[in-house]
């Protein structure tokens, strides 16, 4: 074993035992002592700023980008509301311990399944340091034990907020290493942690495509995440023109940024309003790379290239292709799509419900902006990512994604004929 | 790519757009399907038996074992069987479109979570021929398109039955892609189908330790298996002792073989009667290896080695192991279990509830024999297979473990502030 492997396996051993004995504290303790980690943020501002200062310092000499230094910064009010997002994890419910069904059997077996915490939760994220509170809060929350990994540049800030979360966790008489922080800023101990199979129950990474990439790629433990947030909005012919305007201007302009930004328009071609949809997006500054037959509609257009259908652009810049009905748009969808949030915006139920039902993505919507595609917007009070995967949690990820179940039996000393 | 690639590309690509096919199909559709593939397996009956005499007679050549040849085995009976099975998981009731929780927000946006198939799922199977029926039918109950990959020993007989599902399913317009068999023996298949991510949603392994181990040691596909059934009974100090007596005696001795049989017996200490408990094990024909605290109590029992504690017998043996208490067998089940299935027997409500709590398997049972452990004991109508592993199902898998869900989003055209 290399020096991170021995690392890893020290860290998923002891998260391991965190874990086991979260098992036994209960949901008003776990509060409790969020409670106490958010006051110990507060107490310690101090200590996180002078630590953020000095990633600052040294992010600006590495030359980071503004962007990149303003997602590091951390100041009295960040770190305020950094705290404040704690209690807020405090104060929801804890899905652990919920019957999910019960089911007795003629023999008087009683079969409940319950739900229990995951596991152990490996979480490998970037710039932003407010993560390594979120994170842990979320995991600590419903019963999980973490090990957190975050960016060398945030290392400082990183870990001073985690020695203040460890210290309310204390406390409050909880485990010190349910919250762990990889120390050491070495790439290979993300190798190491990405390959720690049996002792890290999934990995949760936070942060840009390179990062998301490199995790589905290398990983061995499975993972919890998505790739690419290609959305589409389907117009139907159906569509209200200003429902489709207010939609597709808002799904692609709020914030182009945002996963859930609208990436590609598909225009049904008996839309009896297509000029001034496109105007409306080209007016608010959005470029509109288009197919032949939305070039005809307005000269601001412009050519879209086969690599456009396919990507996201994170930008004011949107794909658009007319098509010739829902199950064109299908096939675009299916063909392009990355089983993120795709739209239909349409007056007639039945072409709504057929899309619902034959669109495969984590989320589909009916007249409604894909930027709604946010755990806090779908009510769950958080959120920790959104999957596109298939298997255990899908679209936004809050607490209940971070919880499995266990199946638990009460008898009176039947045994099986 | 290699030849297996190809192959294995080509199949998940015609699964993937017999799964997409397939989200347009009612219940009834795929009952009806069900049915008709049942019909097929009887009018084929001829043609199954007789490629099933051939694997037979090929088996004996190459001097497979009588178990084997037993399970390989398909006689009229057996076959009516086969296909009365496929009749019972028609009659099942679809899980698909189920609403697992709805949510109405304060912008009126309707969120619901909808259960729908988890996509292509393949099986990698052993010996028995029935497995190919089975898995095709509960796979297309759940709206999955499935891939099956049997024994070399068997694909004859696979074949056979296979093509009788295909004409039924066909017969009732349902697309033939649905139910594919890899129709190559070569084991380099399994290799390309283990890697195949992107076109297989999960793999279930279906057969004897060393599938299982190979399956979850190369998949880069999430696999729902489990590999051991380390099972422990333990016997509180509080146990009524004829109850302690006859969950042992049936948790270890009803069925050997199966992965929720006893293979260790934890005694409490202050448990009155562990001497007519041991007695009964060893009068049933049980071998019992103890520590020195068993071995104290009956002249017949014999010494525990140190990888007794991790053994999955599957034979008429117990490893058993006096504890000081409930937490001496928690720590016990930690070290040496495999998550599978534990059990308390005790008269002690809050001892028993604890072992619940704290005990982190897949089935936790109180006063009930772990040879319960099983879809059909559970009421799920079925099985696919056992999970000890921690995400998305557990413990026993049937139709709901075979879905996942998508977010439905209804608006009025409401778009994000």
């Known amino acids: 074993m290399s020096d991170h492997q ?9 998260a391991r035992a965190a874990f086991a ?9 776990k509060a409790a002592a969020l409670t106490a980690a958010a006051s110990a943020l507060r107490e310690n501002e101090t200590e996180i700023l002078a630590a953020n ?3 600052m310092e040294k992010g600006r000499t590495e030359g980071l980008s503004d962007a990149m230094l303003d997602r590091l910064m951390i100041d009295k009010e960040r770190l305020d ?8 994890v405090a104060s929801l419910p804890d899905p652990v311990g919920a019957i999910i069904d019960r089911n007795e059997r003629p023999n008087g077996l009683i079969m409940e399944r319950v739900r229990v915490p995951l596991g152990v939760i490996g979480i490998i994220y970037e710039s932003r340091p407010n993560v390594t509170a979120d994170a842990a809060a979320l995991g600590l929350r419903s019963g999980n034990a973490v090990i ?5 540049e945030a290392i400082k800030s990183n870990r001073a907020i985690h020695k203040a979360m460890v210290e309310g966790v204390a406390s409050a008489g909880l485990p010190e290493d349910a919250i762990q922080l990889v120390q050491t800023t070495d790439r290979a101990a993300v190798g190491a942690m990405l390959k720690a199979s049996g002792l890290i129950d999934i ?23 998505h790739l690419d947030g290609i959305c589409h909005t389907y117009i139907g012919r159906a569509a209200d023109p200003d429902k489709a305007i207010a939609i597709a201007v808002n799904a692609k302009m709020r914030r182009t ?4 930004a609208m990436e590609t328009l598909l225009i049904d071609q008996d839309y009896p309003a297509p000029g001034p949809l496109l105007r409306a997006l080209l007016d608010e500054g959005c470029e509109v790379r288009g197919d032949d037959a939305i070039m005809e509609l307005d000269p601001r257009t412009v050519s879209a290239e086969t690599e456009d259908w396919d990507t996201e652009y994170l930008a004011p810049i949107v794909s658009a292709r007319m098509v010739g009905g829902i199950d064109e748009a299908l096939t675009h969808i299916a063909t392009h799509g990355s089983h993120h949030t795709d739209v239909v915006v349409t007056e007639d139920e039945s072409v709504a419900n ?6 495969d993505s984590a989320i589909v919507m009916w007249n409604a902006s894909s930027q709604f595609a946010d755990g806090g917007e779908f009510g769950l009070g958080a959120e920790i990512g959104i999957s596109t995967g298939r298997l255990h949690a899908r679209g936004p990820v809050a607490l209940e994604g971070l919880t499995t179940y266990k199946w638990v039996v009460r008898g009176t000393g039947q045994v099986r004929p």
């Open 6 to 14: 021995h690392l890893m396996a020290d860290m998923g051993q002891r």
């Open 21 to 29: 004995a979260l098992s036994s504290v209960t949901s008003q303790q």
């Open 53 to 55: 200062t000095k990633d």
């Open 81 to 88: 509301a950094i705290a404040s997002a704690v209690e807020q």
């Open 148 to 152: 957190l990994r975050g960016g060398s």
């Open 203 to 225: 990995i949760i990474p936070r942060g840009g495509k390179s990062l998301v990439a490199r995790v589905q790629e290398e990983a061995r433990v499975p993972v919890l995440a």
């Open 257 to 260: 940024g945002v996963c859930g």
């Open 354 to 359: 057929q899309f619902i039902q034959r669109a």
